[in-house]
């Protein structure tokens, strides 16, 4: 029997171990091996090694640890992450000033990509090592963050310029590895229990949205990339229709019949949205301009950017993006349930709603328009 695959921890929990490294140097100068780290989520406490540290100049410190995901497939493992900590002055407002240097990203508003749990996680723990009236600065760098976030979909999201400390959580789940896949079976197949129509999101983003649209949180299902397996243990299980849900620039690989949509497992991403705009008549000069785009989302921001500022129109008096990703969904649609027919013997009814980068619906499939509003609360 094989092992279950390991844990690891997210970003910010390597980002505040660094910290609170630094803190005590500034604090007491001393080789420190590991720090203690309270997760808050989950209610437990871990112990983080620390690579190096050292002082800098007087009443500042820095603390090098790096990131170990688990048994993931996650490009930021092994990857630095520093944190400078100096004294504050009895002129700051606040106790602790968290500020992003190198490689840490920015949202689209200039906002630090440092969300909710990183925030609690870094303040909470911090917080513990001041004594009252001490005030301090915390500036957390990654410096592979901007070359690393160019490999993934941060930007597709509205994060520039580096990585995003992200996560409700602080145990990294190894949602790639094979032995996560296995867990995911598992909770697909207690739901099944209960409903006959699931949805399925490929990560947090989906789930965020569709939460906000009002569906039923217990008929949620996350696939991570295991999409094609997911779908096939649907049949298995008996399920009628399933619902995805999903960022364009993932579910549209399942349009090309990609349908384990990790990157390095397949990705087609320009090229079958350039076949689908050659399917439906768009020039060959804007296909030309299409599959040179560096991202999905890109490519769907052309379009746009054709139906706003050209006028062009495709057939049928739609707009392209309505034209083009009408059929994107449609056949991601058809090519699901015949995904699932092949592998399960299965008939399963199965519709598609894809969103952007700012989390707006570009596109329903007509059986996902059908099947969200059997699924909608109330």
Known sequence: MSSPPRTGYTLPVFACA???AALRWLRQPQSIVSVSIDLLEPAETVEIDIEQVAGLKTGAALAITRSDPGDNLDLTR??????LVEWGNTNQAEAIVLQGGEGLGRQADGQ???????????????SRWLEPGERIQVTLILPEGRALAKRTSNEAFGVVEGLSLLGTT????????????????????QKTAWFDCLVFCVGENGLDLVRQLGVEPSRLVKTANWLGPLLVEAGLQGV??????????KLL?????????????????????TAQCAIAGLPTQHLQMLFSCATAEAGLQYLQQLD?????????????VERVYGTIAQTIDDRSQAYIQTHSEQ??????????????IITKSQRGNILLEQVLLG
């Open 112 to 126: 630090l990509a440092l969300y909710a749990y990183a925030k609690r996680l870094l303040l909470g723990n911090l």
């Open 253 to 273: 690989k399942l349009a090309g019949g990609i349908f384990h949509t990790h990157h390095h497992v397949a990705d087609a991403r320009l090229e079958i949205l």
């Open 18 to 20: 660094a910290a609170i």
């Open 347 to 360: 008939v399963v009814s199965v519709g598609t709603i894809l969103f952007d980068r700012s989390r707006r």
């Open 170 to 189: 602080g145990i990294s789940q190894p949602l790639s590895a094979p032995g996560q896949l296995e867990a995911f079976r598992d909770d697909l197949r």
């Open 308 to 320: 706003a500022t050209e006028g062009l129109v495709a057939t049928e008096g739609k707009t392209w």
């Open 240 to 249: 009628q229709s399933v619902l995805l849900f999903g960022y364009h620039g």
């Open 78 to 83: 092994h990857t630095p992450l520093w944190a």
